[in-house]
């Protein structure tokens, strides 16, 4: 069996990081070896989160895993809460990511704002882990302040997405994908490059309404899962997309506020079934 290392976050509530990350690449037949790096009663957009550091844990966590000779297909990181977190997982793809893929959401914000305790400084350090990433999958608020460009909400062109995403391959990874973007009124999708061939793609679903928390990191949870079950990139952020959007589908009608999260859960079945079909060759 396929094992992934993913080093993120417990959000106790609000379905993000960890707590989507373990059930959907688990769902997706892939062992999910976890590295929490905080637990927090909620994630950042409560008021009044708790939140208890685990820095600490993580040197003498990866130096027993070290002497048992644990290896893994894949490291996939999300939301880090410190300077020193980026740079303790910069040391973990020294130590455990040669020749294996490194995922990175570089989850710091969105909307044109970082999340709470995040400034310029932590996005160009955020920066320096994508350059050493193969796929790496901001939002447009993250690419911009990683990159230093200012943020454009919307009305924005093709050609500026393209050159966001060249920009960002400049930072030294190999392919970029960016969530959230809308190039069509009405609807909301993904644009992605890869270098090594040279290829730009994009897909898009109509936009089912609310900007639920979350949804980037099961977006990235559902991508690293295909990527592992052999799907490439084009395809696994397609799945991904509409996993997210049936996601959103399930839970419009919910009277929680987007703080919640999505009802991720009621879309897993459909999730396995298309697995399940592109692993029979259908
Ligand atoms: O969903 C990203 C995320 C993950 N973890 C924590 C967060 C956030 C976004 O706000 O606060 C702790």
């Known amino acids: 069996m396929k094992k992934i290392l993913t080093i993120q976050d417990i959000s106790c509530i609000g379905k993000c990081s960890l707590t989507v990350a373990l059930p959907i690449i688990s769902s997706m037949g892939i062992e999910t070896a976890i590295l929490p790096t905080a637990v927090l009663s909620t994630h950042t957009q409560f008021k009044g989160f708790t939140f208890h550091d685990l820095t600490g844990e993580i040197k003498p966590i990866c130096e027993h895993w070290k002497s048992q000779k644990i290896e893994f297909d894949a490291i996939y990181t999300g939301y880090l809460g410190s300077f020193e977190q980026i740079n303790l997982v910069s040391g973990i793809f020294d130590d455990f990511g040669k020749n294996i893929l490194k995922f990175v959401d570089p989850a710091m914000g969105d909307n044109g704002v970082l999340y709470t305790g995040f400034d310029r400084a932590f996005a160009h350090e955020m920066a320096k882990l994508c350059a050493k990433a193969d796929i790496i999958v901001p939002n447009l608020t993250e690419a911009c302040f990683m990159l230093d460009i200012p943020y454009i909400d919307e009305g924005y062109s093709e050609d500026y997405v393209k050159d966001v995403l060249i920009k960002l391959i400049g930072l030294g990874c190999k392919k970029a994908v960016l969530t959230g973007i809308c190039l069509t009124p009405g609807k909301l999708g993904i644009y992605g490059y890869n270098s090594e061939n040279n290829e730009f ?68 079945p459909g999730l396995c079934e298309r697995l399940a079909a592109f692993k029979s060759g259908n």
Request: proline fraction near 1%; glycine fraction near 10%.
């Open 201 to 268: 793609f994009s897909y898009e679903n109509d936009f089912v309404g609310g900007k639920y928390h979350g949804t980037g990191d099961i977006y990235s949870s559902v991508c690293v899962g295909a990527l592992l079950n052999g799907m490439n990139l084009r395809k696994a952020s397609a799945l991904a997309a509409d996993f997210v959007c049936e996601s959103i589908s399930a839970t419009v009608n919910d009277e929680n506020p987007i703080t919640y999260g999505v009802h991720f859960e009621k879309a897993i």
